[in-house]
T-cell receptor, first 117, second 112 residues
Framework: GAVVSQHPSRVICKSGTSVKIECRSL??????MFWYRQFPKQSLMLMAT?????????EQGVEKDKFLINHASLTLSTLTVTSAHPEDSSFYIC?????????????FGEGSRLTVL | LAKTTQPISMDSYEGQEVNITCSHN???????ITWYQQFPSQGPRFIIQ???TKVTNEVASLFIPADRKSSTLSLPRVSLSDTAVYYC?????????????FGSGTRLSIRP
C-alpha cells in the first residue's frame, strides 16, 4: 500500500528553538495532508489541514504563527514548531489522502515525538 | 462528520473473539465507516472499511446493521499483539474538504 513517511521520528530540542517535521507521501501525490497532535493516553487531535499550493486551514485553538505548515509540493508537507516550549512536547502525526471521495484512502505517517527541554 | 461513541477500554484473553462496538447515530447517507488500529508511538493503521452489512478481510470483520447507526469491529482469535487502541471513524470518503476527526477510541488489552 501507499506509504507516508515522517522525519525525524524523534527530536529533542531546547526551549525557544524551532523544530521542523517533514511528512512525505512516498509513492503517491497528496494534495491534502493533515497534521495531528497526540498527548499520552489521549486521542489524535487535528491541528490543521494542509493543502498543496495554498495556506493551511487551522483548527480552532491552534496558533498558526506557532505551528507553521508548508505544503510546497504534492509529496511534502512540513510542520515547524516555532519557539518551542515544554508544553509543545507531544507526538505529532501526519496523514495524506490518496485518491478522493469514496475510493480515497487515508494513510498515516509513523509519527514524530518532540521533546522540548 | 458524524460523532462516534466507543467504550473507553476493553480486556480480553488470547484466543478469544473480541467485538468492539461504535455508535454513530447521526451517520449520513454517504458516510462510510472506517476502523483504525494504533500501537503506542506509531501512527494509526487502517483495519477495515464498510458501508453496510458485513465486510471481512484477512484481519477483521465489520458488521453494520441496516440502520447503520452502529458498527461492530470483530477481531477473531486475538493475540497479545492485538493490544492497541482502536478508532472508529465515520465520514463521506476523503477529499480536500474532509476533516478527519478522531474520537476517544477503545483501548484493548489482551492478556495471556
Amino acid at each position: 500500500g501507499a506509504v507516508v513517511s515522517q522525519h525525524p521520528s524523534r527530536v529533542i530540542c531546547k526551549s525557544g528553538t524551532s523544530v521542523k517535521i517533514e511528512c512525505r507521501s512516498l509513492d503517491f501525490q497528496a494534495t491534502t495532508m493533515f497534521w495531528y497532535r497526540q498527548f499520552p493516553k489521549q486521542s489524535l487531535m487535528l491541528m490543521a489541514t494542509s493543502n498543496e499550493g495554498s495556506k493551511a486551514t487551522y483548527e480552532q485553538g491552534v496558533e498558526k504563527d506557532k505551528f507553521l505548515i508548508n505544503h510546497a509540493s504534492l509529496t511534502l508537507s512540513t510542520l515547524t514548531v516555532t519557539s518551542a516550549h515544554p508544553e509543545d512536547s507531544s507526538f505529532y502525526i501526519c496523514s495524506a489522502i490518496q485518491g478522493q471521495g469514496a475510493t480515497g484512502e487515508l494513510f498515516f505517517g509513523e509519527g514524530s515525538r518532540l521533546t522540548v527541554l | 462528520l458524524a460523532k462516534t461513541t466507543q467504550p473507553i477500554s476493553m480486556d480480553s484473553y488470547e484466543g478469544q473473539e473480541v467485538n468492539i462496538t461504535c455508535s454513530h447515530n447521526n451517520i449520513a447517507t454517504n458516510d462510510y465507516i472506517t476502523w483504525y488500529q494504533q500501537f503506542p508511538s506509531q501512527g494509526p493503521r487502517f483495519i477495515i472499511q464498510g458501508y453496510k452489512t458485513k465486510v471481512t478481510n484477512e484481519v477483521a470483520s465489520l458488521f453494520i446493521p441496516a440502520d447503520r447507526k452502529s458498527s461492530t469491529l470483530s477481531l477473531p482469535r486475538v493475540s497479545l499483539s492485538d493490544t492497541a487502541v482502536y478508532y472508529c471513524l465515520v465520514g463521506p470518503g476523503y477529499s480536500s474538504a474532509s476533516k478527519i476527526i478522531f474520537g476517544s477510541g477503545t483501548r484493548l488489552s489482551i492478556r495471556p
